[in-house]
């Protein structure tokens, strides 16, 4: 029976190299990390290879039979499209257009928010239109009376606002000059 002292020691030992190893992962870039995932898959599995094993050992017939989704797909009936995929890479955020095939349904969610704003674009587009249509029957019912007192309101508006705003320049070139002074 191992001591307590020999166990924690193990413990440590097996902690630091599990460290040292994410941490060695964590530096490599994708491309180094694929590599060297691929490397030790084939340095731990494929060391014995038995040539009396025939392929392929599990059909798709027998995968279909096991419950398991099939894999081969008419393709007539699926969308592609480029999403735009973000990750976390060696400390710093990544982003990457990625093409992507998907069903109608989970196409339909993928675009959801596209569909959303365009709707509610439109929506915004036809409520302009109206308002600019309603404004446009409000003036052309009235009168000639009234167009003139109208216009004579306009004008009146523009005067004092310019006015308002010639003001408004004088005390803040006056704030401006207290500045630096």
């Known amino acids: 029976m191992?001591?307590?002292?020999?166990?924690?020691?193990?413990?440590?030992?097996?902690?630091?190299?599990?460290?040292?190893?994410?941490?060695?992962?964590?530096?490599?870039?994708?491309?180094?990390?694929?590599?060297?995932?691929?490397?030790?898959?084939?340095?731990?599995?494929?060391?014995?290879?038995?040539?009396?094993?025939?392929?392929?050992?599990?059909?798709?017939?027998?995968?279909?039979?096991?419950?398991?989704?099939?894999?081969?797909?008419?393709?007539?009936?699926?969308?592609?499209?480029?999403?735009?995929?973000?990750?976390?890479?060696?400390?710093e955020n990544k982003q990457a257009l990625v093409k992507l095939v998907a069903c109608e349904k989970c196409a339909g969610k993928l675009n959801y928010r596209n569909r959303k704003e365009k709707e509610k674009l439109e929506k915004e587009k036809e409520e302009q239109k109206r308002k600019r249509e309603r404004y446009r029957n409000d003036d052309h019912s009235g009168s000639d009376d009234e167009d003139r007192s109208k216009e004579k309101r306009r004008k009146g508006n523009k005067a004092s606002a310019s006015r308002i705003d010639h003001d408004d320049d004088d005390s803040f070139n006056e704030f401006l000059d207290g500045l630096f002074l």
């Open 2 to 91: 191992a001591s307590f002292g020999s166990l924690k020691t193990e413990i440590f030992d097996r902690e630091a190299r599990k460290q040292q190893y994410q941490a060695h992962v964590r530096g490599l870039n994708a491309y180094d990390r694929h590599k060297k995932f691929l490397n030790d898959y084939v340095r731990f599995y494929g060391k014995e290879r038995s040539d009396n094993v025939n392929l392929p050992v599990k059909t798709d017939q027998d995968t279909i039979r096991e419950g398991y989704r099939y894999c081969i797909a008419d393709m007539s009936f699926y969308k592609s499209g480029k999403v735009n995929f973000s990750y976390f890479e060696a400390g």
